[in-house]
């Protein structure tokens, strides 16, 4: 097949995979995934595959209001972060032959769950409640982790928060296009595997 010049509904790989047509769809991919999924580390590696710029959202938000999400969250509030979130969100959209990782809530509702559906590719990385908390239980920069004084939860309540809000998101993860399990696969398999649906979806296109 020859290269043809780059327009909107085209998706370009690299190696054995061709360039190739979505004829629905912008060249655009999300990620998205419980905190500790991993987007943050296949959506680089992804983007390279495909030769895509890779967007991780919450960091394009950080370094747009010049905050982290903590301290959003801890000055503003969570629904003032959900504002900028959708707004970060609107603006990405306008991207072409991206990869962007979704922070864990970020198509939680349904008008960033269509806004997402209608433009682009969505990917969910999906993996068991046991090894989200083996992932988040040390970490220190998961706000929704946090009791309302900021303060990391014991392990019982972590667990308990854990299951909650997976139980809340999921639903809006289980739409996605794609939903790969990531549980027990190394990043290699699991980038392999996005790169092998997202070849099936072109071609049922």
């Not at 603006?91 to 008008?111: D, F, H, K, M």
């Not at 559906?117 to 988040?136: A, C, D, F, H, W």
């Amino acid at each position: 097949m020859s290269r043809r010049p780059d327009a909107q509904g085209r998706l370009f790989f690299t190696d054995h995979m061709k360039e190739q047509k979505l004829t629905r769809k912008k060249p655009l991919i999300f990620l998205t995934g419980f905190m500790g999924s991993g987007k943050s580390t296949i959506g680089p590696i992804l983007a390279n595959t495909l030769g895509y710029r890779y967007i991780d959202m919450d960091k394009y938000i950080e370094e747009k209001s010049n905050k982290r999400i903590t301290e959003i969250f801890s000055s503003e509030g969570e629904q003032a972060f959900r504002v900028l979130e959708r707004n970060t969100l609107e603006e990405l959209i306008q991207c072409e032959r991206c990869v962007v990782s979704l922070g864990g809530g970020a198509i939680t509702n349904e008008q960033n769950c269509r806004l997402v559906s209608q433009n682009g590719v969505l990917v969910y990385l999906k993996i068991s409640p046991r090894e989200i908390i083996e992932r988040v239980q040390y970490r220190t920069d998961r706000p929704m982790l946090k009791d309302a004084d900021g303060n990391q939860l014991p392990p019982p309540e972590l667990e308990k928060r854990v299951l909650g809000l997976l139980e809340a998101r999921e639903p809006f993860y289980l739409r996605s296009d794609i939903v790969i399990n990531t549980d027990n696969l190394s990043i290699g398999v699991t980038v392999d595997e996005v790169m092998k649906k997202i070849r099936d979806l072109i071609r049922q296109e």
